[in-house]
């Protein structure tokens, strides 16, 4: 195709982000490799590549005024009154005598190349530094150009790009400027305007005015403008993707008066967070929107009870609810909980790979002969059918991916969907990371929580940990010692489980009944040992982060963490959160193998210094930036161009909102919304649903 064809037939968005760059006017084969280093490919490409910087360039000085500030580019009109050469590095490059009639500076062009039309007597606008040398003012030439034509390097407030070798910022305002009009033609669609964030203008505008800003309060509005867009963009899209389309069902849920009762027969009252997030859950149980929440709350905060009373209400109103569990330990240590709190209450039944009596569970939840049914993967088997399946419960969700939740989902109809996690993320993310879902947080610790005790220490000082251990088991406690990999590391340095295990034992801890787990272990084997330790008869237990989730063992005081600067600050959390609960004393000791690097000692700092999740989660954000703390490629974020998902969270949060608006008001909207897709779907590669 040749390009003025393209130009005249260039109606829809779609058009203008596909069309690649190279039949712009001013690109050349030359310049297309040049911006594709860039990722430069197409014109929408081109027109969002924003400025990195701004500078003020409308205000003319003189040479007087501009040695004031010999560290700041000003604006001078000058003439040229000389031209000489100057050697530098070899190499010889024509240097400009210039003169405002004060004062002559000398002004090298290190491009080696004069422009053409610079002679002596001609006017031109230099954008430079000045400042008083010994051999008079010298001028280091930002962007220079003739005086009298239309200004391109001044006389406003000028975009600056980060370059390439090869491209100026001349040439990329040039090639922004040419396409700009184009553009604005081209970009007739907007977010409908009730969608809009307040004191935003209309986005082709805010383009324009991000590489050619009027003013800099405009400038703000058109960022604004841009970073909401791509914010409500991704929002959209994502919502689409991830949230049912349908959130409606029939009320079906309208006592709550056994839950209630049940609640005053627990062992301990209920924190304040617990009571306003079951308030939040039974709001949504009992309105005719279908639930679709996220409970977050730190290890040991208590969300397991809030969970099952949850259920309670849906089996109160006749229903069945799921909880499905990660591992088999955790799936039956929540059925043991949930015998032991709902009593008479409602029938519990356990389902996992290895129950005894598989055929009749599911014979039970088909005919409805159980309220409650816990399990792990096998509740997902095609052999598993509801006979009236309420709700869906999630624990420690981030370990099943969406598609087996969805299985879950599908097992009734319009199922209340309930995730719960503990990993621990900062607030200012939630809605970027898990926008599809509803947000309720636990806060708050039952009461008596002592925060664990931490100390960070090396491998020399490792018999005083198992001293330590050795002291508790005296008392009649338990512990765990944790190990970052099984065995056979490809690593000669680390030490390993299977290994140490054996050492430990015979160094530290002898006569002392200790047991090992690790996930490459039979299941039955595995769950042998757990047992074991659960009822007191092991008083230590060895294991890798497989122990990291959800296990509660109240007599188990101290973790003694080996390697510890191969784990993560959230597993770290997570693995101290297994001591330190019902009101007991906790311990655990970070044991650092090698040489601790700055990031790995900054961890260790602020594990001893605070025993908040949410804390040690923004901390952990910046330390290693959001990148990396999100691994973005994995969360499946994409990379957006203007917005940043921590600075304009306050953005994310209006997007989210008016995204969830647009998609619940208007399905003429979302036709519309349609042809955007493809340009969006362009616009944001990695947005893959992958949470
Ligand atoms: P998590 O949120 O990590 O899943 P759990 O639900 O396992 O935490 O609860 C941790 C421990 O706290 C359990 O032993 C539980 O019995 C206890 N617990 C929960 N809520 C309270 C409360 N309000 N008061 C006292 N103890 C509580
Ligand atoms: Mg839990």
Redesign the pocket.
């Given at each position: 195709m040749i390009p003025g064809m393209i130009q005249r037939t260039m109606s829809t968005i779609k058009d203008l982000i596909e069309q690649d760059v190279k039949f712009s006017k001013g690109v050349g084969p030359y310049f297309e490799e040049i911006l594709a280093k860039k990722r430069i490919h197409t014109l929408f490409d081109l027109v969002t590549f924003f400025p990195r910087d701004y500078e003020d360039r409308t205000k003319m000085v003189t040479i007087t005024e501009a040695i004031t500030t010999p560290d700041k580019n000003a604006v001078v009109l000058v003439e040229i009154a000389g031209i000489e050469s100057l050697t530098v590095n070899f190499r010889t490059v024509p240097k400009l005598i210039v003169t405002d009639g004060d004062h002559v500076a000398q002004a090298p062009l290190f491009s080696g190349r004069m422009p053409k039309g610079f002679e002596v007597g001609v006017q031109v606008v230099i954008t430079g530094k000045f400042k008083r040398g010994f051999k008079g003012v010298q001028c280091s030439i930002s962007e220079i150009e003739l005086s009298g034509g239309t200004p391109a390097s001044y006389g406003r407030i000028v975009a600056l790009y980060e370059l390439t070798a090869g491209l100026s910022q001349k040439k990329m305002r040039a090639l922004i400027h040419q396409q700009m009009t184009v553009i604005q033609r081209a970009l007739k669609y907007d977010i409908p305007s009730p969608y809009k964030l307040k004191g935003t203008m209309c986005y082709a505008d805010a383009l324009a005015e991000m590489h050619e800003p009027a003013a800099f309060s405009s400038l703000e509005k058109a960022k604004r403008t841009i970073i909401f867009e791509e914010f409500f963009t991704f929002q959209t899209m994502y919502l689409a993707a991830n949230r049912p389309p349908v959130l409606k069902k029939a009320p079906r849920y309208s006592s709550i008066v056994r839950m209630d009762a049940l609640k005053r027969t627990l062992p301990?009252?209920?924190?304040g967070a617990?009571e306003r997030v079951l308030g939040e859950l039974t709001a949504d149980l009992m309105s005719d929107r279908q639930m679709f929440r996220l409970l977050q709350?730190d290890?040991?905060?208590?969300?397991?009870?809030v969970a099952l009373l949850a259920a309670m209400v849906v089996v109160e109103n006749g229903y069945q609810a799921a909880l499905l569990a990660p591992t088999e330990v955790l799936a039956r240590q929540h059925a043991a909980t949930a015998r032991k709190l709902l009593g008479d209450n409602a029938v519990i039944a356990l389902l996992t790979g290895t129950s005894d009596d598989r055929e009749g569970t599911t014979r039970d939840i088909a005919e409805k002969k159980c309220d409650i049914i816990i399990g792990t993967h096998a509740l997902l088997s095609e052999t598993v059918s509801f006979a009236s399946l309420g709700l869906a419960i999630i624990d420690e969700q981030q370990r099943f991916g969406v598609d087996q939740r969805n299985v879950l989902l599908s097992k009734g109809s319009n199922v209340d969907y309930l995730l719960m996690t503990?990993t621990p993320i900062p607030r200012s993310l939630t809605m970027t990371l898990f926008g599809e879902l509803d947000l309720s947080v636990i806060d708050e610790m039952?009461?008596g929580r002592i925060p664990v005790k931490t100390k960070s220490m090396g491998l020399a000082d490792r018999s005083h940990c198992y001293q330590f251990l050795k002291s508790r088991i005296a008392k009649g406690e338990q512990g765990f010692v944790v190990f970052p990999v099984i065995s056979e590391s490809a690593d000669d340095e680390i030490l390993t489980l299977v290994d140490e295990y054996h050492t430990v034992c015979a160094d530290y801890l002898f006569n002392i009944p200790a047991g090992m787990v690790h996930g490459r272990m039979p299941a039955p084997e595995r769950d042998g040992t757990m047992a074991r330790f659960a009822s007191g008869e092991l008083k230590v237990l060895f294991a890798t982060s497989l122990i990291e989730v959800?296990i509660?063992i109240?007599n188990a005081t101290t973790i003694i963490i080996e390697g510890a600067e191969r784990f993560g600050l959230s597993q770290l959390h997570q693995l101290r959160?297994r001591v330190g609960?019902?009101g007991r004393d906790g311990f655990c000791y970070l044991v650092n193998h090698g040489e601790l690097a700055d990031i790995a000692s900054a961890r260790m700092k602020i594990m001893c210094e605070t025993n908040d999740g949410f804390k040690i989660a923004e901390t952990d954000l910046e330390i290693r930036g959001p990148g990396e703390f999100l691994g973005v490629k994995q969360s499946g974020l994409p990379e957006f161009k203007a917005g940043n998902i921590i600075r304009d969270a306050d953005i994310m949060r209006d997007a989210r909102a008016a995204a969830l608006r647009f998609l619940a008001d208007t399905p003429a909207g979302i036709a519309d919304f349609n042809a955007r897709r493809d340009y969006l779907a362009a616009h944001l590669q990695s947005a893959e649903p992958n949470v």
């Amino acid at each position: 195709m040749i390009p003025g064809m393209i130009q005249r037939t260039m109606s829809t968005i779609k058009d203008l982000i596909e069309q690649d760059v190279k039949f712009s006017k001013g690109v050349g084969p030359y310049f297309e490799e040049i911006l594709a280093k860039k990722r430069i490919h197409t014109l929408f490409d081109l027109v969002t590549f924003f400025p990195r910087d701004y500078e003020d360039r409308t205000k003319m000085v003189t040479i007087t005024e501009a040695i004031t500030t010999p560290d700041k580019n000003a604006v001078v009109l000058v003439e040229i009154a000389g031209i000489e050469s100057l050697t530098v590095n070899f190499r010889t490059v024509p240097k400009l005598i210039v003169t405002d009639g004060d004062h002559v500076a000398q002004a090298p062009l290190f491009s080696g190349r004069m422009p053409k039309g610079f002679e002596v007597g001609v006017q031109v606008v230099i954008t430079g530094k000045f400042k008083r040398g010994f051999k008079g003012v010298q001028c280091s030439i930002s962007e220079i150009e003739l005086s009298g034509g239309t200004p391109a390097s001044y006389g406003r407030i000028v975009a600056l790009y980060e370059l390439t070798a090869g491209l100026s910022q001349k040439k990329m305002r040039a090639l922004i400027h040419q396409q700009m009009t184009v553009i604005q033609r081209a970009l007739k669609y907007d977010i409908p305007s009730p969608y809009k964030l307040k004191g935003t203008m209309c986005y082709a505008d805010a383009l324009a005015e991000m590489h050619e800003p009027a003013a800099f309060s405009s400038l703000e509005k058109a960022k604004r403008t841009i970073i909401f867009e791509e914010f409500f963009t991704f929002q959209t899209m994502y919502l689409a993707a991830n949230r049912p389309p349908v959130l409606k069902k029939a009320p079906r849920y309208s006592s709550i008066v056994r839950m209630d009762a049940l609640k005053r027969t627990l062992p301990y009252t209920l924190t304040g967070a617990q009571e306003r997030v079951l308030g939040e859950l039974t709001a949504d149980l009992m309105s005719d929107r279908q639930m679709f929440r996220l409970l977050q709350g730190d290890v040991g905060s208590g969300k397991t009870i809030v969970a099952l009373l949850a259920a309670m209400v849906v089996v109160e109103n006749g229903y069945q609810a799921a909880l499905l569990a990660p591992t088999e330990v955790l799936a039956r240590q929540h059925a043991a909980t949930a015998r032991k709190l709902l009593g008479d209450n409602a029938v519990i039944a356990l389902l996992t790979g290895t129950s005894d009596d598989r055929e009749g569970t599911t014979r039970d939840i088909a005919e409805k002969k159980c309220d409650i049914i816990i399990g792990t993967h096998a509740l997902l088997s095609e052999t598993v059918s509801f006979a009236s399946l309420g709700l869906a419960i999630i624990d420690e969700q981030q370990r099943f991916g969406v598609d087996q939740r969805n299985v879950l989902l599908s097992k009734g109809s319009n199922v209340d969907y309930l995730l719960m996690t503990a990993t621990p993320i900062p607030r200012s993310l939630t809605m970027t990371l898990f926008g599809e879902l509803d947000l309720s947080v636990i806060d708050e610790m039952p009461p008596g929580r002592i925060p664990v005790k931490t100390k960070s220490m090396g491998l020399a000082d490792r018999s005083h940990c198992y001293q330590f251990l050795k002291s508790r088991i005296a008392k009649g406690e338990q512990g765990f010692v944790v190990f970052p990999v099984i065995s056979e590391s490809a690593d000669d340095e680390i030490l390993t489980l299977v290994d140490e295990y054996h050492t430990v034992c015979a160094d530290y801890l002898f006569n002392i009944p200790a047991g090992m787990v690790h996930g490459r272990m039979p299941a039955p084997e595995r769950d042998g040992t757990m047992a074991r330790f659960a009822s007191g008869e092991l008083k230590v237990l060895f294991a890798t982060s497989l122990i990291e989730v959800g296990i509660d063992i109240p007599n188990a005081t101290t973790i003694i963490i080996e390697g510890a600067e191969r784990f993560g600050l959230s597993q770290l959390h997570q693995l101290r959160g297994r001591v330190g609960r019902n009101g007991r004393d906790g311990f655990c000791y970070l044991v650092n193998h090698g040489e601790l690097a700055d990031i790995a000692s900054a961890r260790m700092k602020i594990m001893c210094e605070t025993n908040d999740g949410f804390k040690i989660a923004e901390t952990d954000l910046e330390i290693r930036g959001p990148g990396e703390f999100l691994g973005v490629k994995q969360s499946g974020l994409p990379e957006f161009k203007a917005g940043n998902i921590i600075r304009d969270a306050d953005i994310m949060r209006d997007a989210r909102a008016a995204a969830l608006r647009f998609l619940a008001d208007t399905p003429a909207g979302i036709a519309d919304f349609n042809a955007r897709r493809d340009y969006l779907a362009a616009h944001l590669q990695s947005a893959e649903p992958n949470v």
